[in-house]
């Protein structure tokens, strides 16, 4: 039996893949994640492209230069006159009839530096809100998904201990059950015991020596499901703290409630959501003014070379340009704005109503758990308390193996049941500040 044991120890250890070296913590896992995980990652660059955005509109306020150097050739009667005055090559021969009718092939090589500045554009200022609401709001899904990662790290964080824990629990029931079985070999070889009670010990036996390979199966997992999440190499070695100790929430729903509705980051972005789409039927309304800009433009042309100056010229003026009527398009805008903007206010409303309900579960849940935390650790005492009088009963021939199996069976699952609620009682004190969105603020004190 012994050497089962020692199979199902080495073969968790090899699932696990290497022999732990130095402790993670959970604010040290958390701390890792918000550096390397990679979806926390991806948040931060659509952040710095939306943050981006905003200087792009904003560019449209600056001039814009351009510079253009162009090669046309023709021997059309238009092209050809307007190339040869502004090459300044025009003469009198150019006037005649034939001339005029049939031109031979003419070049021109023309260089324009342009310039246009806007002067008044309706749309540019509701465009750079938007674009500024558009960067708070990836802000605030950057700051969703750091408190997410922190809370699945946590999550998980418990995972680890929780199969440590089960582990040695599994551990612990199989040198038990080795003892049960050494008890009754000693009692068929002394001629007071039955042999099926020798080999119901060793079915025993290796049943929790298969749930002892399940658990360093699960372990194994566990960290590597929290490596990957941390953003650490495969080979990373770390082991976790032994207890992730209490955790204690605000004792008032109402509090919490209250520090939710101006701290939670899904509440901020539904608000900026909002205020994007108040500039979104500004943007709808700007496409019933006029816009105004000046430009200007200075050009050389030349025959025979580029870059070349047989005449030069400049241009400058300044436009205005109304829309009078686009097929009612501006309309379908201004009410397609309002509609979203309303859509906005509904959702705001919605997801404030689930952060209460949220909240309002995450107090019960917690009381439940701690309720059920009582009653699992009373029921190991007396699980553990029963199988030492069975086991007494059992060596003075007065109980059979069977109940004594069945008692350490029971033991076994009270074992698992207490280690499961501990980490669920924990659990559901940090989802209390997760659902508060303060997570992250409070673990990383």
Same mark, same amino acid.
């Not at 090559?89 to 034939?98: L, M």
């Not at 260089?111 to 310039?115: A, D, E, G, K, M």
């Not at 205020?275 to 309304?285: F, I, Q």
């Given at each position: 039996m012994k050497k089962g044991y020692l199979i199902a120890s080495s073969l968790f250890l090899l699932l696990a893949g290497r022999v732990e070296a130095g402790t993670l913590t959970v604010k040290d896992a958390i701390s890792m994640s918000l550096e390397k995980n990679h979806l926390v990652k991806a948040a931060g660059y659509n952040a710095a492209a939306a943050r981006k955005g905003i200087e792009i509109v904003r560019?449209?306020?600056y001039p814009a230069l351009s510079f253009e150097e162009t090669l046309t050739a023709s021997n059309a009667p238009t092209q050809t006159f307007m190339m040869k005055l502004d090459e300044a090559?025009?003469?009198?021969?150019?006037?005649?009839?034939?001339n005029l009718n049939h031109p031979s092939v003419w070049q021109d090589f023309k260089?324009?530096?342009?310039?246009q500045q806007p002067i008044y554009l309706p749309s540019l200022s509701p465009l750079s809100k938007i674009a500024s609401k558009e960067a708070e709001k990836s802000e605030l899904e950057f700051e !969703?998904?750091? *408190?997410?990662?922190?809370? &699945?790290?946590?999550?998980?964080? !418990?995972?680890? *201990?929780?199969?440590?824990? &089960?582990f040695k629990a599994a551990e612990k029931a199989v040198a038990e059950a080795r003892e049960n079985l050494r008890l009754a070999t000693v009692r068929t070889a002394a001629g007071v015991g039955l042999r099926s009670d020798e080999l119901r010990g060793r079915t025993h036996l290796s049943q929790v020596e298969q749930q002892l390979i399940t658990a360093g199966n699960n372990l194994a997992l566990a960290k590597l499901r929290l490596g990957i999440t941390v953003g650490v190499p495969d080979d990373y070695q770390f082991d976790v703290t032994k207890e992730l100790g209490n955790i204690s929430p605000p004792a008032s729903n109402a509090e919490s409630v209250n520090l939710a509705l101006t701290a939670r980051a899904d509440l901020k972005k539904s608000q900026v959501e909002i205020?994007?789409?108040?500039?979104?039927?500004?943007?709808?309304?700007s496409g019933y003014l006029p816009s105004l800009g000046a430009f200007a433009s200075y050009q050389l042309n030349s025959k025979n070379v580029p870059f070349g100056a047989d005449n030069d010229a400049w241009i400058a003026g300044i436009s205005l340009k109304w829309d009078l009527f686009d097929g009612y398009r501006s309309g379908s805008e201004r009410a397609k704005a309002i509609a979203e903007r309303s859509a906005a206010q509904e959702l705001l409303e919605s997801r404030t109503n689930d952060v209460r309900y949220q909240l309002k579960e995450s107090y019960l849940r917690r009381e439940e758990t701690g309720k059920r935390l009582e009653v699992a650790r009373y029921a190991v005492s007396d699980a553990e308390e029963t199988v030492r009088l069975i086991g007494k009963r059992f060596e003075n021939s007065l109980a059979t193996m069977l109940e004594l199996l069945d008692a350490q069976t029971a033991l076994n699952q009270a074992r698992a049941n207490l280690v499961d609620t501990e980490a669920n009682y924990i659990l559901a004190g940090g989802r209390i500040y997760y659902s508060a969105g303060t997570f992250l603020k409070e673990m990383l004190k």
């Open positions: 560019s449209n306020y090559r025009f003469s009198q021969d150019d006037f005649k009839i034939s260089t324009t530096l342009s310039v !969703l998904a750091r *408190q997410n990662t922190a809370f &699945q790290v946590f999550h998980q964080y !418990l995972d680890v *201990q929780k199969s440590e824990a &089960q205020e994007k789409a108040d500039s979104a039927v500004k943007l709808a309304n």
